[in-house]
């Protein structure tokens, strides 16, 4: 099932989310219909709080980097109560687009490795390293499980330059082909 996806403005955005335990309700439904939504979408990530969720999930795949980056090929996770535990490497620039910041794409900086610990689907543990565009994606959608935006990490200038653009999108005036929120003006 296509899920709506919440746009920024939306309260759920800005909040810290919660972890979760084996018990929580229809989890493996709601990993599938996070998937189904992501590509309906065309993204390649998607935390659970960009469906009105405040929890502390995200999935990624990254499959569609995968003609510039060959190691992207079946790189698709499932990540719960996942914790970074150390960031390192340069600090590098990417133009990020979030599904819940329609039609805004800016260059952020981010360290290029990232050390995180993390619960499977199957509520299994792991420690793993992460780097490049993996360390890239994880990163954006690991934020929104502390209520952190790709626009909150732009130069005061940038965020400046947006700031009718994000005031349009709290007043649900955009264009998008999937479902999703509408914010209360």
Do not use: W
Not at 50 to 59: D, E, K, M, P, T
Request: glycine share 4%; proline share 6%.
């Amino acid at each position: 099932m296509i899920l709506p996806v919440t746009i920024y403005g939306h309260p759920v955005l800005r909040k810290l989310a919660s972890d979760i335990t084996p018990d929580y309700p229809n989890l493996k439904q709601l990993i599938e219909n996070m998937y189904e939504t992501m590509y309906q979408s065309e993204g390649v990530g998607l935390a659970a709080p960009q469906i009105n969720l405040s929890i502390r999930l995200f999935i990624v795949d990254a499959t569609p980097y995968a003609d510039e980056v060959p190691e992207m090929k079946d790189f698709k996770h499932v990540f719960i109560n996942a914790n970074i535990i150390e960031r390192k490497g340069n600090e590098e620039l990417f133009n990020e687009g979030c599904l819940s910041i329609p039609g805004i794409r800016e260059n952020v900086k981010r360290p290029t490795i990232i050390k995180m610990k993390y619960l499977d689907e199957n509520f299994q543990p792991h420690e793993k390293i992460f780097d490049g565009i993996a360390a890239r994606i994880i990163q954006h959608e690991y934020d929104h499980l502390d209520g952190i935006l790709f626009v909150d990490r732009l130069p005061a200038l940038r965020k400046k330059l947006l700031k009718s653009k994000l005031r349009a999108l709290e007043h649900n005036k955009y264009d998008v082909k999937y479902k999703t929120i509408l914010n209360k003006a």
